[in-house]
């Protein structure tokens, strides 16, 4: 008899993403770079699909207010009670009311400009939708999704709190390849300061990105989910590898 093993799972989110992205770039070489690109963003969307509640949908496209409109949205998840401004298939136009959360995917980020430039659009996307938001809550949740890594997870770190000094629109979850993971942290409970935290977490950077997006946009989860979703025994916790603090400039510490 084959026993339960979610941490199992959640490596095979992992894999399955890889494995697909490799067979795309067998197939196409490297000629068409935007071309995958584009591959790659489905590939996601397919796996967040599979996850996301029933009053969800995710798609591409852009949030407008009364004088503002964002730039392009690699993937907006919307309220499917929500109205559209415009609709054809994929795409879509919507005002902040409709969006739960946005993610931005890239293949590779081989430098900090480039890893800065990824992280302020995602950040100035966040604080428009932010700004104009009703009265039903306050902040939608927002993800960087990076197929491939190097040893930049320090210069991710800085940029993130870059973005959010420049921006004012902090990023929930960054999936840096494989194995590197981020989240901010709130104060909650005015003890812990706001922060981002890395975590090195094996072959479950995807599946805790997807897990994290879940558990904020899916109201009254119980401990039991939350064990099914975030399966490493001891918790993440014990995976820590750095942290900044909101607000700070340039200070990046080890656990």
Same mark, same amino acid.
């Given at each position: 008899?084959?026993?339960?093993?979610?941490?199992?799972y959640?490596?095979s989110i992992?894999?399955s993403l890889?494995?697909?992205?490799?067979?795309?770039?067998n197939?196409?070489?490297?000629?068409?770079?935007?071309?995958?690109?584009t591959?790659?963003?489905?590939?996601?969307k397919?796996?967040?699909e599979?996850h996301?509640?029933?009053?969800?949908?995710?798609c591409?496209g852009?949030v407008?207010?009364?004088?503002k409109?964002?730039?392009?949205i690699?993937l907006?998840?919307?309220?499917?009670?929500a /109205?559209?401004?415009f609709? +054809?298939g994929?795409l *879509?136009i919507?005002?902040?009311?409709?969006?739960r %959360?946005?993610?931005? !995917?890239k293949t590779?980020?081989?430098?900090?400009?480039?890893?800065?430039?990824?992280?302020?659009?995602?950040?100035?996307?966040?604080?428009?939708?932010?700004?104009?938001l009703?009265?039903?809550?306050?902040?939608?949740?927002?993800?960087?999704?990076?197929?491939e890594?190097d040893?930049?997870?320090?210069?991710?770190l800085?940029?993130?709190?870059?973005?959010w000094?420049?921006?004012?629109?902090?990023?929930?979850?960054?999936?840096?390849?494989s194995n590197?993971f981020?989240?901010?942290?709130?104060? /909650?409970?005015?003890q812990? +300061?706001?922060?981002? *935290?890395?975590?090195?977490?094996a072959?479950?950077? %995807?599946g805790?990105? !997807?897990?994290?997006?879940?558990?904020?946009l899916?109201?009254?989860l119980g401990?039991?989910?939350?064990?099914?979703?975030?399966?490493i025994?001891?918790?993440?916790?014990?995976k820590?590898k750095?942290?900044i603090?909101?607000?700070?400039?340039?200070?990046?510490?080890?656990f």
């Open positions: 008899m084959v026993e339960q093993n979610y941490k199992k959640w490596e992992n894999s890889e494995s697909t992205k490799d067979r795309v770039r197939l196409i070489g490297g000629r068409h770079w935007l071309t995958e690109g591959y790659k963003e489905i590939i996601l397919k796996t967040l599979r996301l509640p029933e009053d969800l949908s995710i591409t852009f407008c207010n009364k004088d409109i964002s730039s392009q690699d907006l998840i919307i309220d499917k009670s /109205y559209t401004l609709k +054809e994929d *879509v919507v005002t902040p009311s409709a969006v %959360a946005i993610i931005e !995917v590779r980020l081989e430098s900090m400009s480039k890893i800065d430039k990824a992280l302020a659009k995602l950040s100035k996307n966040v604080k428009l939708c932010n700004q104009t009703s009265n039903k809550r306050t902040s939608l949740w927002s993800g960087l999704f990076v197929y890594s040893d930049k997870i320090k210069d991710v800085l940029s993130l709190n870059n973005s000094n420049e921006h004012e629109g902090y990023i929930n979850c960054v999936a840096y390849g590197e981020v989240r901010y942290w709130f104060d /909650y409970d005015g812990h +300061e706001h922060r981002w *935290v890395s975590y090195n977490l072959n479950l950077a %995807a805790y990105f !997807v897990g994290n997006m879940i558990a904020d899916t109201p009254n401990w039991e989910d939350g064990e099914i979703l975030f399966p025994e001891g918790t993440k916790e014990t820590r750095y942290y603090m909101r607000g700070d400039n340039n200070s990046v510490e080890e």
